[in-house]
């Protein structure tokens, strides 16, 4: 008898540890699921763009869209690249990162804010943003450190050269949205394709 009781009581506390390692576990992989579906659904969609100058400057429309957490503005990456004579080009840098040829400095801005408010600290999910890009080579507020032309991938360069450039946001927890760039038209204010 007193083994039979404890052979119960051992079925019982197993049986009691399993079903609380199952709820650990059931509520880790919903905890998981749910970051991964809010980081899924994490992205930045491209509404339009357009040449900004008469020199090197992109000006591009985009939305940001997320199910998580609102994403700080100087951990958003972008590259801005092209070829030309089988030599790749590129931009780098931050959202976050003062231009100087963008009003008083300032790269990016909430559709109906003024850009001399400066940089906002974050992106919010749903809202549409302006954002000015500079042609040219390495990073920093200016092309060119790296000797190479300060206009390389602007609107002009590659509506002269004929060639595509393309713009990439990258996103700090992973993903990245590339827009491919085309000038048809090379004006202040013309539409990039």
């Keep these: 008898m007193i083994v039979f009781i404890g052979t119960l009581i051992a079925v019982t506390s197993s049986a009691y540890v399993m079903i609380g390692q199952l709820e650990v576990i059931s509520q880790s992989t919903e905890k998981t699921i749910a970051v991964a579906t809010n980081e899924a659904h994490t992205q930045i969609i491209f509404v339009g763009a ?24 100087d951990e958003v990456g972008f590259v801005l690249w092209c070829e030309k004579d089988d030599t790749v080009y590129r931009r780098t840098g931050y959202l976050g990162d003062p231009l100087t040829s963008a009003p008083s400095q300032t790269t990016i801005w909430a559709i109906g804010e003024d850009p001399h408010d400066g940089i906002p600290d974050r992106l919010q999910s749903g809202n549409r943003y302006f954002i000015i890009a500079d042609g040219g080579v390495g990073s920093g507020m200016t092309g060119g450190e790296t000797g190479g032309p300060n206009n390389v991938c602007g609107p002009k360069d590659i509506f002269e050269n004929g060639i595509t450039a393309y713009y990439s946001i990258y996103l700090p927890n992973g993903g990245h949205t590339t827009q491919e760039l085309r000038v048809n038209v090379f004006e202040v204010g013309e539409s990039v394709t």
């Design 50 to 73: 357009w040449v900004d100058d008469a020199y090197d400057d992109f000006l591009f429309m985009i939305e940001y869209q997320s199910l998580g957490e609102e994403v700080v503005t």
